[in-house]
């Protein structure tokens, strides 16, 4: 092979990196701000959810995403690598959770949740992560209003059972799965 057709064969080579980079890039913009998100986590299955608006208030029984608050709790749980990096406030990206209980609720934790006397499925807490480190259950208490208790069945899932209710006004819409896979 001469020189110059080894050049040419790279230089085709590079654009077809390049445009592949660009279309990426693209993609991933058009999924942004079409509300699309890439779940990694075992709260909820694995794969693409899509931000729905919600043209409502939010309701006891929905799935949702959540930013979380900006405060001591929130940049610990980042810290311990229970929040992924994303664009709310602190730097996380947003959680999908189930909303359990809302404002005038009353939540009792001892072990599991109970909603105004009634268990709630799947609500087992632990008292340790699975590094060890100690986890503390939320006191419980009445939820005051414009904040929302939030849980997932799994049982690892990081949630108002530990770190008590969050504001409403951090939900970015309704989470709807697109393509997931439920191990």
């Known amino acids: 092979m001469t020189a110059t057709l080894i050049r040419s064969q790279s230089k085709a080579a ?11 890039v693209a993609l991933a913009i058009l ?3 079409g509300g699309y998100r890439i779940n990694m986590t075992p709260s909820y299955p694995l794969g693409l959810w899509r931000i729905q608006p919600l043209t409502r208030g939010v309701r006891v029984g929905d799935r949702v995403f959540i930013c979380p608050p900006d405060n001591d709790v929130f940049r610990s749980a980042k810290a311990r690598g229970y929040l992924r990096d994303g664009l709310c406030p602190g730097g996380s990206g947003p959680l999908i959770k189930t909303v359990a209980a809302a404002a005038g609720q009353r939540v009792e934790i001892n072990g599991s949740v109970k909603i105004n006397n009634i268990l709630l499925p799947h609500s087992l807490t632990v008292t340790r992560d699975g590094q060890g480190r100690p986890l503390t259950e939320f006191a419980g208490g009445v939820i005051p209003r414009g904040l929302l208790f939030l849980h997932s ?3 690892g899932s990081y949630d108002s059972r530990y770190f008590g209710p969050i504001p409403q006004s951090g939900v970015l819409g309704l989470a709807q799965e697109v393509f997931t896979y439920g191990p």
Request: proline share 0%.
């Open 31 to 33: 999924g942004w701000f």
């Open 153 to 155: 069945g799994f049982i």
């Open 14 to 24: 590079l654009r077809v990196i390049f445009a592949a980079v660009i279309a990426l």
